[in-house]
């Protein structure tokens, strides 16, 4: 029998470059996430590099002398290349990869690549695609005699590789057919809302910062079976699931893309049609990573990132997730939102607490009803069952009397 031999991929090294402008900025901090989504995204960090300076260089975003350090930790820890932390400009991205003459990526290009390895439907691949072409068009000046270096790895899968070499006015005309398809998709994607809309079926949107456990919150309420692990952007596209409480009232859960801090405007604004998921929902279920060290300034991240969305003023139930861990034992508030409840979506403890201020929020939406129904309308008393809460009923000869609590949508209509 011929001997079988293993072969293995040769594993991507990389070495973090990160800019300080302050002693009180987050940039350690944002290393670490960088480092985070290195690992996401299949490689290995071996090294990182973090200059104080007032501000980034214009040319080469860090200082020479910095450049002479981070060529020698190269070729001290074999790296295939370095990732900044910021996004670079095509600028500052080519004068550092002829000074160090290695692949160069940025902030921006690791997380499309991450985007592009976990894109699965439609809609989300050409979200990728639009994303990855709008930000190499900027970038195609003296591209063409850097690709060599770029061998493969970070910053060259998904659907827009085959696209690298292509020149401008190519890249256009794959960006406005990416526009048009885009276009159908949210047509689509706005008529299943417009019908959801339309039902009296409350919908709550399930938001927070990339890996805070909003997939593995769904899984546990309704067994959804999406995919989750702990990892940074498990799951990009939305999914939305039926939610089914004790007392038989209904709701609507849907599952969004986690924020993160430096999001590249270039997916916020091709993710917009995906994350307006939330925009249309009746309340907010903010997750929290709550045995995060940072769990304050994830917080703050999603605000921002709601705001910039033109979500305001709607009702928030914030989750402190992950108590099954001990870091999640100190205290986090947050102000902003209308009630907060502690659980842990893996094991399920604290789950009741979450399901009470989901009563809490439906009750504040629905109004009350006392009436007669006649025998023959005995069917609406199926819809209170499903859309509200019935307080009472009493089966008399002039029809059913009845006592419930519904939402307004439906009260002219029982």
């Known amino acids: ?143 063409h005699s850097d690709l060599s270096r770029l061998g493969g790895g970070i910053g060259t899968r998904g659907p827009g590789e085959k696209k690298l070499e292509v020149d401008r006015r190519v890249i256009r005309t794959r960006i406005s057919q990416l526009n048009k398809e885009l276009a159908e998709v949210k047509k689509n994607r706005e008529v299943a809302r417009s019908l959801r809309s339309g039902s009296p079926i409350p919908i709550f949107a399930i938001v927070g910062y990339t890996n805070a456990g909003k997939s593995t919150l769904l899984n546990c309420l309704t067994n959804a079976k999406v995919l989750s692990e702990d990892k940074l952007f498990a799951t990009l596209d939305p999914t939305t ?7 038989g009232e209904e709701i609507l859960l849907t599952d969004t893309v986690g924020f993160i801090r430096k999001l590249p405007h270039h997916l916020v604004d091709a993710f917009r049609s995906t994350l307006e998921e939330a925009k249309y929902s009746d309340v907010i279920l903010h997750v929290v990573d709550a045995a995060n060290d940072e769990a304050e300034t994830q917080m703050h991240v999603v605000y921002e990132t709601l705001y910039q969305l033109g979500i305001k003023d709607k009702p928030v139930i914030t989750v ?79 029809g059913i009397h009845i006592k419930a609590y519904v939402p307004k949508e439906i009260f002219y209509s029982i």
Do not use: W
């Open 1 to 143: 029998m011929p001997e079988l031999y293993e072969i293995k991929k040769d594993e991507e090294r990389v070495l973090l470059v990160g800019v300080q402008v302050s002693e009180d900025d987050d940039t350690k901090e944002s290393i670490r996430e960088l480092q985070e989504l290195v690992k996401t995204a299949g490689a290995v960090t071996v090294g990182i590099v973090i200059q104080n300076r007032e501000s980034a260089h214009p040319g080469t975003y860090i200082g020479k002398g910095k450049m002479e350090e981070v060529a020698e930790q190269i070729r001290e820890t074999k790296a295939t290349g370095i990732i900044c932390d910021d996004e670079l400009s095509p600028a500052q991205m080519k004068n550092l990869e002829n000074y160090l003459d290695c692949k160069v990526m940025d902030r921006t290009m690791l997380i499309l690549d991450i985007f592009a390895q976990h894109a699965v439907t439609k809609e989300g691949k050409i979200q990728v695609e639009l994303a990855q072409l709008k930000y190499r068009q900027t970038r195609l000046v003296g591209m």
């Open 241 to 247: 699931r039926n939610l089914k409480l004790e007392n």
């Open 320 to 398: 402190f997730n992950k108590q099954d861990l001990p870091e999640a034992g100190r205290t986090i508030k947050d102000l902003k939102a209308d009630q907060s409840v502690k659980l842990s979506a893996k094991t399920g403890e604290g789950l009741e607490g979450l399901f009470s201020a989901i009563r809490e929020q439906l009750a504040s939406r629905r109004v009350l009803v006392e009436k007669v129904i006649g025998y023959q309308e005995a069917g609406k008393i199926q819809k209170i069952h499903k859309f509200g809460q019935l307080i009472c009923e009493d089966y008399q000869e002039d």
